[in-house]
């Protein structure tokens, strides 16, 4: 690993152990809460602390799989674990809703009295609050190393806070009120939240999994080659590009001037290719292929002087997203 990468890694696992740790300490709270008030809310609650556990520890083996280089098996390294892991979070998030809604469906059905209401909330107060600090750091370093499971863990975490805040709320009322029903209610709308969140994961983990077009880092690519192009860059169409944990795959198809010699070709590409590494702190793997210009290049190409030119050059088409992803054949510009 470059340095970079070495500290991203530090600064990974330190997150993902400090989240394994807390969620121990969080889940402990949660469920000396309900032995406490035998609340079915405060239940709900402490059974998506489970998966908090699980899917740190999870999260954590991703870590430290992910950091490994490129071998010969995983010739392009085994950062797409990270997808596996969120969409293996999002999966059991599910499943602990459907037991989150059978519990509140028995309070409902068959309401039983809860007692010590005032100790139980106070643990469940803690619990939160531990939870809401773990979940924004972890957001802030998977945004910055870029890692999905950090920020996967990130965002469980912080609907594991937005459902202790309603079982909160839903306890209160119960201690208040009285009506014991209520309290299944709650355990059920907060079963309702932790579905849309876990598919949430899912979605995004397919999507990772099955290379799903990401605008946003393709915008970022493109801004690149528009900020660095040299005359004799003619055109870049049928981009692509997908994440793989820190890392990124991108290829491209590069128009050069025909008479140019292959050698002073290789060196374009070289230098091309250690642009956008430069940009993307070393981590982004990229594949070029050369395709040498044809007259109707000649409106979009600023090469000059140039013998071969049939046309006159036509004001230069911007190098965006629409444009470099697409085949040549449907380019406008050419």
């Known amino acids: ?47 998506e602390s489970i998966i908090n556990v699980v ?11 992910a950091a490994k280089p490129a071998d010969e098996s995983h010739p392009y390294g085994h950062g797409t674990i990270e997808f596996f892991s969120a969409g293996f979070e999002g999966a059991l998030i599910i499943g602990a809703a459907l037991g989150i809604f059978y519990e509140g469906l028995k309070q409902i059905m068959q309401p039983q009295d809860l007692t010590h209401l ?14 809401l600090i773990i979940g924004l750091v972890l957001l802030r370093v998977g945004k910055r190393t870029k890692s999905l499971v950090l920020e996967a863990d990130g965002k469980h975490l912080l609907t594991d806070v937005y459902t202790s805040g309603a079982v909160l709320i839903g306890v209160v009322i119960v201690y208040f009120t009285g009506w014991f029903r209520f309290d299944g209610i709650v355990a059920c709308f907060a079963g309702m939240n932790i579905i849309f969140w876990g598919w949430k994961l899912v979605r995004q983990a397919f999507g990772g999994l099955m290379h799903q077009s990401d605008p946003e880092l393709l915008d970022q690519i493109c ?25 990124i795959h991108v290829d491209f198809h590069l128009v050069l001037p025909r008479e140019m010699p292959l050698e002073i070709a290789h060196r374009e590409v070289k230098e091309l290719e250690a642009v ?17 210009c044809a007259t109707p290049a000649c409106p979009v190409c600023a090469q000059d002087p140039c013998e071969l030119r049939q046309e006159e050059m036509l004001e230069p088409k911007k190098w965006d997203r629409p444009r470099l992803t697409g085949d040549l054949d449907d380019n406008d510009a050419i």
């Open 118 to 131: 005032e100790r139980g909330l106070f643990f469940l107060l803690a619990a939160g609050i531990g939870n």
């Open 223 to 247: 801004d690149v080659l528009a900020g660095h192009k040299k005359d004799m860059w003619i055109d870049v169409h049928r981009l692509r590009a997908w994440r793989s944990g820190k890392g």
């Open 1 to 47: 690993m470059t340095s970079l990468q070495e500290v991203d890694f530090r600064s990974n696992f330190r997150a993902m152990l400090a989240a394994l740790i807390a969620g121990f300490g969080m889940m402990s709270l949660k469920f000396l809460g309900y032995w406490i008030t035998g609340s079915s809310a405060i239940l709900s609650d402490a059974l």
């Open 55 to 65: 899917t740190s520890g999870f999260g954590l083996g991703s870590v430290i799989f």
């Open 276 to 292: 956008l590494a430069e940009n993307f702190g070393g981590t982004a793997d990229v594949l070029i292929h050369l395709d040498p």
